[in-house]
């Protein structure tokens, strides 16, 4: 009897701990699972509940495949179905969580008729308001990241076009929603920086050969790249090795938008002591060619490391030599340039930044 109990306890821990520690799609994270015919007039979903799984409000669309807008036909890049959101119109879903632990979410959107788009992506009490208006990938559709800090057991996962476009159809088109728990990276005796390999981060679905971007303004507490903000502008991209030449491990970060594209880490320094920053600068074999510059920082201190993209993949070392003046030194990177990829001429791609290291170089000891 005793026995069974601890089995039954033991089974529920495990299956709870498998079910919260599951990485990828939500159920019906796709939108493969259809409303019922009488749920739908046309692609409008007329009930709150029709898309099993999930809880809709305002003008959401279930769109299928191959469906035209206009002359534009829309593209769903896994399966065969996507949701759009209209003006004010959001998609919810609630998943169970373990409290104080960090998870990213990503999903793909695509733009369809509104110039400059965004999304709040939310998990209360906190919120991330998510820019759409640069494509990054030639088909339309990208994936973005967000991060967050689950505060109760059960995370209401909430994504809102908070929009007011002229026509209510107009808004992104979702597809594909995952989640990832996050292990926040240790510091090691072999590099003072977190996360330096960019090995850990966001779920990248393993169908899509976008990458995932990680959106600018990120604090370091909730990024889906832990361990690193994103000050800028403009996200800087998550790249897979499945899809990507990558320096260095299974991830890496391209830098997609010159100078307002930037990832930075504050490092614990020492003042008056040396320090070497190491990292590798290359192209992720994605038709991204031309003179690049990859442009690095520590403090006051800078470098800039020129490499020469074939868009076939390779990479370079570098090394930023300097003092630390202060007990937090500040390392970043961003890119000189815009590139644009020669094989479609409207997507921004640029340099890969891989396996940064931050070392305190040792005096030799004086014979
Ligand atoms: C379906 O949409 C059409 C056109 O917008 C409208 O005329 C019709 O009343 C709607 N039907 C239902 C059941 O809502
Ligand atoms: C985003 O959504 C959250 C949660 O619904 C809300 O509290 C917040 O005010 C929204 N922010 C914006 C800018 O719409
Ligand atoms: C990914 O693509 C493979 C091969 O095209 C397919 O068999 C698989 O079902 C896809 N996975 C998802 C999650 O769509």
Not at 64 to 70: E, L, M
Not at 128 to 134: D, K, R, S, Y
Not at 313 to 323: E, N, S
């Amino acid at each position: 009897m005793r026995a069974l109990i601890v089995l039954v306890v033991l089974m529920c821990a495990t299956c709870r701990v498998a079910f919260c520690f599951v990485d990828g799609l939500l159920p019906n994270g796709n939108f493969e699972l259809a409303p019922k015919p009488s749920d739908l007039n046309g692609t409008v979903v007329l009930k709150h509940t029709a898309i099993p799984e999930w809880e809709t409000s305002g003008f959401v669309e279930y769109i299928k495949a191959g469906q035209k807008q206009g002359d534009m036909l829309l593209v769903v890049p896994e399966g065969a179905a996507a949701v759009r959101l209209g003006n004010e119109a959001s998609i919810k879903q609630r998943m169970p969580v373990t409290k104080g632990m960090y998870y990213s979410l990503t999903f793909s959107a695509a733009r369809t008729c509104a110039q400059e788009e965004t999304l709040n992506v939310s998990v209360a009490p906190d919120f991330g308001v998510l820019p759409m208006q640069t494509l990054y990938s030639s088909n339309g559709w990208d994936s973005y990241s967000w991060a967050f800090q689950a505060e109760v057991p059960v995370a209401e996962i909430v994504i809102h076009n908070p929009g007011v476009s002229e026509d209510p159809a107009c808004g992104p088109l979702i597809d594909s929603v995952a989640i990832r728990a996050l292990y926040p990276p240790r510091l090691t005796k072999l590099n003072i920086l977190k996360n330096g390999g960019f090995e850990e981060g966001p779920y990248i679905f393993p169908n899509t050969s976008w990458g995932v971007l990680i959106p600018p303004n990120i604090e370091d507490d909730h990024s889906p790249l832990p361990g690193w903000m994103v000050e800028s502008l403009k996200a800087v991209k998550y790249l897979d090795s499945d899809h990507f030449s990558v320096p260095q491990g299974k991830r890496a970060i391209e830098l997609v938008a010159g100078k307002e594209s930037a990832i930075a880490q504050v490092a614990r320094t020492i003042p008056g002591k040396t320090y070497d920053l190491f990292f590798a600068v290359g192209d992720a074999s994605n038709s991204c060619e031309g003179s690049m510059i990859v442009e690095a920082f520590a403090g006051r201190d800078t470098i800039k490391v020129p490499y020469e993209s074939k868009g076939k993949g390779g990479y370079k070392r570098a090394v930023l030599r300097f003092m630390a003046t202060t007990t937090r030194t500040r390392v970043m990177f961003y890119s000189t340039f815009y590139t644009m990829r020669s094989d479609d001429f409207s997507s921004l791609c640029g340099p890969v930044v891989d396996d940064v290291k931050l070392l305190s170089l040792r005096i030799p000891r004086r014979m």
